[in-house]
């Protein structure tokens, strides 16, 4: 089960964007807050938008749950 992180700043849409663990775009640390273990990244973005209203998947990595 991945572990996945939502970056705290915003993208040009202005979502903040979930990365599962190992993706080369992962915020660094201090730019990002732990979700914790997940087996999907649409569990993830749920878990994400405990933190913030507008919530997207990254492109790359959690393509799944990318929609814009």
């Not at 990002?32 to 209203?53: E, F, M, P």
């Amino acid at each position: 089960m991945p572990k996945y992180y939502v970056n705290k700043k915003t993208d040009d849409q202005g979502d903040h964007e979930v990365h599962k663990e190992g993706c080369p775009w992962t915020p660094l640390p201090e730019n990002r807050i732990d979700l914790g273990y997940h087996t999907n990244c649409q569990s993830a973005i749920t878990k994400a938008k405990t933190y913030y209203s507008r919530v997207n998947g990254h492109s790359y990595c959690s393509a799944d749950c990318h929609t814009s």
